[in-house]
C-alpha cells in the first residue's frame, strides 16, 4: 500500500466516524418499519388475514384491491405479510430475551459458584454448541407437538450457550479486576454486584451477541415453519408463508416472494447493525 | 499428545451421554413411552408386557440405565407407521442424503476456500467484494428461500432441470447446488478472515522482509497456518450434513434422512426422530473427533504441549 | 492498656497451583503463622517485597479470605464467615484501599453515586442524608461536590484514589486495610494522599493496617511496622526503633537501600540470589539463601519470632542468639 492511499483511508475514516453509515441508517429505518408493523399489524391491514375473496383469487401484485397479490382462496398477501411479520418478530424478539436472560444467567451462576456448577454449565454449553439445533428442535417438536408457547420456548433455547460464554468470561474477569472485587468487600449481595455493576459494564458486549443470535433465530423460525413443524395454520409467520407459497410457485411466486424478502432483508438489516455496533461498541468482539 | 487425545474422546463420549440423557428426558416428560413406541391401539397386555420387559416400573434411574443398555445393543425401537425397526429405515435412507451432501461438500470446499484466499490475498479487489457481498447473501438468504428461488428460474421459468424428485442425476443438481452456494459462501468469509489474520502476523511480515518470495511466503508460511482454524470450520460442516439436508431434502421431494426426519417429527414418530437425533449426534462427535485429531497434526504450539505431558 | 481491635493469631493460608498446563498441583505457602495485634487508633504497617505475603495477610485479617489455620478477632470477636448476612453488614465497620483506584471504581458509573453505595448497601440514613453525607464525604477528601458528578475516567489518579477513600469512609468505619494505595500513584502525588490519609486517621481515630513495599511511605504513617519475609513476619517493631536499629539482616537491607533524610546511603546493603519465590521456599531461615551473615544453623533450623527487648520481636538465629547470650 502506497503513502497516498494510507492517507487516503485515514482521512475518509476520521470523516465518516461521527455520522452513522447510510447503509445502517437504512438497516435502521428498516428495523424500526418492521417493529410498527408489528405493533400495529391489525391496524393497518386493509383485510382480516384470514379474510377470503373468492371473487380475486391468485390476484396477481400491483392490482388496486391487493397490492401484493392474493392466494389462491383470494387471501390478501400484504395483510397475511403484516400479520406474519408481527408473529415472526414476536417470536424472535421472546426467543431472543430468553435466551440471552437464561444464558447471562448461567453464565453468571458459573461464575460466581466456580468448581462443579461451572463445570456442569460449560458441558451443556459445548453440548449445545457441538449439537446442531435444528435436529434438537425438530426432537422436541416431535415429542411435545407443537404451540406458540412452546414455540417460543424452543427458540429461547437457541444461542443462549454464546451468552453463557460471554458472561462467564466477563463476570471473572470482573472479578478478578478491581470494581467487583471493591464492591463485594463494601458488603454488596451478590445479586446487587451482578446486576447493578457487572451486568451494565458487559451489556455492551451481550447487545451484539444479540445482534448475531437475533436473525439466526428469525432464519431457525423461518425454516421450521416452512416445513410446516412451526408456527401452524391459521396462524401465520414468514416462513410459514414461504412454504405455503411454494406450492404455488409455479402460477403465484408472489405468495412467496414477499415473505422470502422480508427475512432476507431483516436479517440483513440486523447483522448490519451488529457489524456496526460491534465496531463501535466492542473492538475487542472479533 | 496421549492426554490431549483422551480428553477429546472423553467429551466425545460425554456428549453422546448427554444426547441419549436429552432423548431419555424428552421421551419421559412427553407421555408413556410404551404408548409412545407401540402406538395408542397396542393391546393392553402387550402394553403390560412392554412395561415390564423395558422396567418401566422400576425406578428412574434404574430405568435411565437400562436405557442406555438398549441404545448400546442398537434396540431403538420400531416405527410407528410401519413398523418396521427405525434404525432399518433410517440406514436405508443415509444413501441418498450422502449422494446430495458428499458432493456438496465438495464443491462447497472447492468453490469456497480458494474464493477466501483470493479475496484475502487481493484484499480490496472487485473479487474481494463480490466475494464478501455473496458472505453475507449466504448468511442472510435462508436455505429454503434459494431452493425456491433456483427453483423458479432453472425449473419454472427456464424449465432447464426439474424441480423435485430423485429420478435421474439432473435430479440432484439443484439440491446440490443449494447446499454448495450457502456453504460455500459462509467458507468463503471464513476462510479470508483466517487468512487475514495470518498474514496480519509479524512473522509473515518478517518473512517477507527477509527477501522470502511472496509466493513462497504464501505457501510455506500462510497456508499452513490459516488451514487450522479451517480445518474446524469444515469438521463443523461434515458434523451438520444430514441437518443440513433437512430443508433441502424437505423442498426438493429428495428421500433422504431429513426427509424422513420431517415426516417423522409431523406423525410424531418418536422411534426415528429418535434414531436420527442419534445418529446426528454420532456424525457431529465423530467429525469433531476427526477435527480434533488433525489440529494435533496440523498445530506445532499443541505437538510441542503434547511432548512435556 | 486497651485491648486490641484486631487481633491476628498465627493464620496461615496455602494455595495449590500447578506448574504448567499438566503439571502436579504444589501447595503454595501464602502466608505462614502470622500473628499481629492492632491497637485501636494505631496503624500497623506491613513490609515487604512482592509474594512475601502481605497482601494475602491483608485480605485475610480483612476477612475477604479466611485462614486455613489460625483465627483473626475484630473488637474481641471471631470475623464472621465469609458471604453470610452477618459478613456482609461487618463490612460497614471494616474497608479496604485499593492500589488501583481506577479498577476499584466502576466506570460507567458517577463517582457520587459510588461513594453512596455503601450507604444504599447498608441501608444508612434517608435519601437525603446520604446525598449530604456524600458532599460531606467529598469535602472530607479534599475534593468538591462538582467531583461528585464525575465518572473516574475523568479524575486524576490522585483524585480517584480519594474518591476510593471517602467510599471506604462512608460508613464510618473503625479500621481500614489499605494494600499498596499510593504505589499506583505519582511520586508527587504519594505524599499528599498520605498526608490525607493521616490527617483522617487522626481526625476520625482509625485504625489502619498500611501494606506497602515502600519503607518511605510506610515510616511516615506507621506507629508499627512489620516485615514480611516469604509468608512470615521476620521483624516487628515500633517504627521509629526500627527504622532507626534494623535488627535482622533482611530489614537492614531494606532500610539500606531505601534513602532516608538524615542518613547517608553509603552503606548500603546489596542482596544477592533470587527475589523470594513462594512455591519454592527454602529450608531453614527463608532468607538464608541470600543473607550476607548467614551459618550453618540457618539453612536447618527455622528461626522462630522472639522478643528481644523493648516491643520488637525479630525472627533471627543470628540476633535472637546474642540476645539470648546478653540475658545470660
Known amino acids: ?286 | 499428545m496421549g492426554r490431549y487425545f483422551a480428553i477429546r474422546i472423553g467429551r466425545a463420549a460425554l456428549t453422546i451421554v448427554l444426547v441419549v440423557t436429552f432423548a431419555f428426558i424428552v421421551l419421559r416428560l412427553s407421555g408413556d413411552p410404551a404408548l409412545m413406541i407401540l402406538g395408542p391401539e397396542a393391546p393392553p397386555e402387550v402394553l403390560a408386557a412392554f412395561r415390564k420387559a423395558w422396567g418401566l416400573d422400576d425406578p428412574i434411574w434404574a430405568q435411565y440405565f437400562d436405557y442406555f443398555g438398549a441404545i448400546a445393543k442398537g434396540e431403538l425401537g420400531r416405527s410407528m407407521r410401519d413398523g418396521r425397526p427405525a434404525i432399518e429405515l433410517v440406514l436405508e435412507r443415509i444413501p441418498a442424503t450422502l449422494a446430495l451432501t458428499l458432493p456438496a461438500f465438495a464443491f462447497k470446499v472447492a468453490l469456497g476456500i480458494p474464493a477466501g484466499i483470493y479475496a484475502a490475498l487481493h484484499r480490496g479487489s472487485a473479487i474481494d467484494r463480490a466475494v464478501m457481498m455473496t458472505a453475507v447473501a449466504g448468511f442472510t438468504v435462508p436455505s429454503f428461500v434459494l431452493a425456491l428461488l433456483l427453483v423458479l428460474v432453472f425449473a419454472v421459468q427456464l424449465g432447464w432441470l426439474p424441480s423435485g424428485g430423485q429420478d435421474s442425476w439432473r435430479h440432484a443438481i439443484l439440491p446440490i447446488a443449494t447446499l454448495s452456494l450457502g456453504g460455500a459462501a459462509v467458507l468463503a468469509r471464513f476462510t479470508r478472515s483466517a487468512m487475514l489474520e495470518v498474514l496480519g502476523q509479524p512473522y509473515i511480515r518478517t518473512a517477507s522482509a527477509k527477501g522470502v518470495p511472496w509466493r513462497k511466503v504464501v505457501t510455506s508460511h500462510a497456508l499452513p497456518n490459516a488451514a487450522i482454524p479451517t480445518v474446524t470450520i469444515l469438521g463443523f460442516m461434515v458434523g451438520t450434513l444430514i441437518a443440513g439436508a433437512v430443508v433441502v431434502e424437505s423442498v426438493f421431494a429428495w428421500p433422504g434422512v431429513g426427509r424422513l426426519l420431517v415426516v417423522a417429527v409431523a406423525n410424531r414418530d418418536l422411534a426415528v426422530v429418535q434414531c436420527i437425533l442419534l445418529l446426528v449426534a454420532m456424525t457431529m462427535v465423530t467429525s469433531n473427533l476427526i477435527v480434533d485429531f488433525l489440529y494435533g497434526f496440523l498445530d506445532p504450539r499443541l505437538r510441542a504441549k503434547g511432548a512435556h505431558a | ?328
Open chain 3, 1 to 328: 492498656m486497651s485491648p486490641p481491635l484486631v487481633e491476628v493469631s498465627a493464620i496461615s493460608r496455602s494455595y495449590a497451583m500447578r506448574s504448567g498446563m499438566f503439571g502436579r498441583s504444589a501447595a503454595v505457602h501464602a502466608v505462614d503463622g502470622v500473628s499481629l495485634a492492632i491497637a485501636k487508633g494505631e496503624t500497623l504497617g506491613l513490609v515487604g517485597e512482592s509474594g512475601s505475603g502481605k497482601s494475602t495477610t491483608g485480605r485475610i485479617v480483612l476477612g475477604l479470605e479466611s485462614p486455613d489455620r489460625g483465627e483473626v478477632r475484630f473488637q474481641g470477636k471471631p470475623m464472621a464467615a465469609a458471604e453470610t448476612a452477618a459478613w456482609r453488614a461487618q463490612r460497614a465497620r471494616m474497608q479496604m484501599i485499593f492500589q488501583d483506584p481506577l479498577g476499584a471504581l466502576d466506570r460507567r458509573l458517577p463517582v457520587a453515586t459510588q461513594i453512596r453505595e455503601p450507604l444504599d448497601i447498608h441501608g444508612l440514613g434517608t435519601s437525603a442524608e446520604r446525598e449530604e453525607r456524600v458532599r460531606e464525604l467529598l469535602r472530607a477528601v479534599e475534593l468538591t461536590p462538582a467531583h461528585g458528578g464525575r465518572y473516574p475516567g475523568a479524575l486524576s489518579g490522585g483524585q480517584r484514589q480519594r474518591i476510593v477513600l471517602a467510599r471506604a469512609l462512608a460508613t464510618e468505619p473503625d479500621f481500614l486495610v489499605c494494600d499498596e494505595p499510593v504505589s499506583a500513584l505519582d511520586v508527587s502525588i504519594q505524599a499528599q494522599v498520605v498526608n490525607l490519609l493521616a490527617d483522617l486517621q487522626a481526625r476520625l481515630s482509625l485504625t489502619l493496617l498500611f501494606i506497602s513495599h515502600d519503607l518511605r511511605v510506610v515510616r511516615q504513617i506507621s506507629n508499627v511496622v512489620a516485615v514480611m519475609y516469604l509468608g512470615r513476619i521476620v521483624e516487628i517493631g515500633s517504627a521509629d526503633d526500627l527504622f532507626a536499629r534494623p535488627a535482622h539482616p533482611y530489614t537492614q537491607a531494606l532500610v539500606s537501600a531505601s534513602p532516608a533524610s538524615g542518613r547517608r546511603s553509603a552503606g548500603r546493603i546489596v542482596l544477592s540470589g533470587d527475589p523470594p519465590n513462594p512455591a519454592a521456599r527454602p529450608n531453614g531461615c527463608a532468607f538464608h539463601p541470600r543473607c550476607p551473615r548467614a551459618i550453618a544453623r540457618c539453612a536447618s533450623e527455622v528461626p522462630t519470632l522472639a522478643a528481644v527487648g523493648g516491643n520488637r520481636q525479630v525472627a533471627c538465629h543470628l540476633v535472637t542468639g546474642a540476645a539470648t547470650r546478653d540475658a545470660a
Open chain 1, 1 to 286: 500500500m502506497t503513502d497516498a492511499t494510507l492517507k487516503d483511508t485515514s482521512i475518509r475514516r476520521r470523516i465518516s466516524l461521527p455520522a452513522i453509515p447510510v447503509s445502517v441508517a437504512l438497516a435502521i429505518s428498516w428495523i424500526v418499519g418492521m417493529l410498527l408493523i408489528a405493533a400495529f399489524a391489525e391496524k393497518i391491514a386493509p383485510y382480516g388475514f384470514t379474510q377470503l375473496d373468492l371473487r380475486n383469487r391468485l390476484a396477481a401484485p400491483g392490482n388496486a384491491a391487493h397490492w401484493l397479490g392474493t392466494d389462491e382462496l383470494g387471501r390478501d398477501i400484504l395483510s397475511r405479510l403484516l400479520v406474519s411479520i408481527r408473529i415472526s418478530l414476536l417470536i424472535a424478539f421472546g426467543a431472543t430475551a430468553i435466551s440471552a436472560i437464561v444464558g447471562t444467567t448461567l453464565g453468571f451462576l458459573a461464575a460466581h459458584f466456580r468448581g462443579a456448577v461451572e463445570q456442569l454449565v460449560l458441558m451443556l454449553t459445548d453440548f449445545q454448541a457441538s449439537m446442531p439445533f435444528l435436529i434438537m428442535a425438530l426432537a422436541v417438536l416431535a415429542f411435545f407437538g407443537n404451540s406458540l408457547p412452546l414455540l417460543i420456548g424452543l427458540m429461547g433455547l437457541f444461542g443462549w450457550e454464546r451468552y453463557a460464554r460471554i458472561a462467564r468470561g466477563l463476570a471473572i474477569s470482573a472479578n478478578a479486576q478491581g470494581y467487583a472485587a471493591a464492591i463485594r468487600q463494601l458488603g454488596a449481595t451478590p445479586s446487587r454486584i451482578y446486576l447493578r455493576h457487572i451486568l451494565p459494564n458487559i451489556a455492551s458486549t451481550l447487545i451484539v451477541s444479540t445482534t448475531l443470535v437475533f436473525p439466526e433465530v428469525i432464519l431457525m423460525e423461518s425454516g421450521l415453519s416452512f416445513l410446516g413443524l412451526g408456527v401452524q395454520p391459521p396462524m401465520t409467520s414468514l416462513g410459514n408463508m414461504v412454504g405455503y407459497g411454494r406450492e404455488y410457485l409455479t402460477r403465484a411466486p408472489w405468495i412467496m416472494l414477499a415473505p422470502a424478502a422480508t427475512i432476507v432483508v431483516t436479517t440483513l438489516a440486523v447483522s448490519v447493525i451488529g457489524d456496526w455496533l460491534r465496531d463501535r461498541l466492542d473492538p475487542t468482539l472479533q
